[in-house]
């Protein structure tokens, strides 16, 4: 069983920036992958984005080029790097990982966009 525990998320004004983490913890294999995605109010869970052990990176198209996903394999960390924030970005965001064919996910971190 893995764990996930993000931290991160806050209020920030529309043009802002904030940087999630993610760490897990307990059966760890380093075949995998990590990621995030993010429920708004009403709304579907959704990808925001990706990232495999051989660092292959996929995002969703509203955030390209605005959101960076980064991970770190010693601390068993992914990173989610936003910027230019918007508040259709407002939601909460929610720690992936896929291994051996299970999904574990996080508690939720929440991400709210607003002057």
């Known amino acids: 069983q893995v764990q996930l525990v993000e931290s991160g998320g806050g209020l920030v004004q529309p043009g802002g920036s904030l940087r999630l983490s993610c760490a897990a913890s307990g059966r760890i294999f380093a075949i995998n992958v990590m990621g995030w995605y993010r429920q708004a109010p009403g709304k579907q869970r959704e990808l925001v984005a990706i990232?495999?052990?051989?660092?292959?990176?996929n995002y969703a198209d509203s955030v390209k080029g605005r959101f960076t996903i980064s991970r770190d394999d010693a601390k068993n960390a992914v990173y989610l790097q936003m910027n230019s924030l918007k508040p259709e970005d407002t939601a909460v965001y929610f720690c992936?990982?896929?291994?051996?064919?299970?999904?574990?996910w996080g508690q939720g971190t929440q991400v709210t966009v607003s002057s």
């Open positions: 990232i495999d052990n051989n660092d292959f990176r």
């Open positions: 992936y990982r896929q291994q051996e064919g299970r999904d574990s």
